[in-house]
């Protein structure tokens, strides 16, 4: 029986189905590859916003839902878990923001750089530091000969084939220019639809950061 304030209310599963097409429209079709493990778009932000309207958990299954088919899509033949890891986090640190940094309330413009702030940090370690790791791990498992499923859950055990900092290096300069653009659109985006998305639409069908 379908009940109005529960997480898959039909007005929450449809915001996260827009949220997830959008994050593989970003990623998959209008990103610029820069190598196989770094990209220029704006993936992260339909995680953030997710996350800040509808709470945790559901930016952690935008993040998941949308990494997974955007690499069915990409025709790539190894999905790499490890990668999904970073997104998730962003997805789940930005509900826990919406709900206790901006206590599920309008932000004012103080509170929207309080946000962007945050979305920073949490970038920097997600996506520069950890992902520069995820990457590392990558290039270990498919230099593989015969990869298995030690290799795959725990290619952190193997020998590294690349430099963490030599990746690291490379990652940065893209970063500094994606992240705080990602961190700024997301919060104000998420200020000027606050009542247009959380008031009127969420509110009617759920209860939003639940």
């Not at 899509?73 to 919406?98: D, E, H, N």
């Not at 055990?157 to 030599?166: D, H």
Request: a neutral charge; aromatic letters at 14%; proline letters at 5%.
């Amino acid at each position: 029986m379908y009940m109005k304030n529960s997480f898959f209310s039909i007005r929450r599963l449809c915001l996260m189905a827009m949220m997830v097409a959008m994050q593989v429209l970003f990623s998959r079709y209008l990103g610029i590859q820069v190598s196989s493990t770094l990209r220029v778009s704006l993936e992260t932000i339909p995680i953030m916003l997710s996350g800040l309207w509808l709470g945790p958990l559901a930016g952690a299954l935008v993040a998941l839902v949308s990494d997974v088919l955007g690499t069915v899509l990409s025709g790539y033949g190894i999905y790499f878990i490890y990668f999904a890891v970073g997104p998730i986090t962003v997805g789940i640190v930005s509900g826990f923001l919406g709900k206790f940094l901006m206590h599920d309330a309008k932000p004012s413009m103080p509170d929207a750089c309080e946000l962007i702030f945050a979305l920073i940090l949490t970038e920097c370690f997600t996506s520069i530091l950890y992902g520069t790791l995820a990457s590392q791990w990558y290039f270990t498992y498919i230099s593989q000969e015969s990869p298995s499923l030690l290799t795959y859950f725990a290619p952190f055990l193997l020998p590294q084939s690349r430099e963490y900092t030599a990746l690291l290096v490379a990652r940065i300069p893209v970063k500094l220019i994606t992240i705080p653009v990602d961190a700024v659109l997301s919060a104000l985006i998420y200020r000027f639809t606050w009542n247009a998305v959380t008031q009127s639409y969420l509110q009617n069908g759920g209860e939003p950061n639940a």
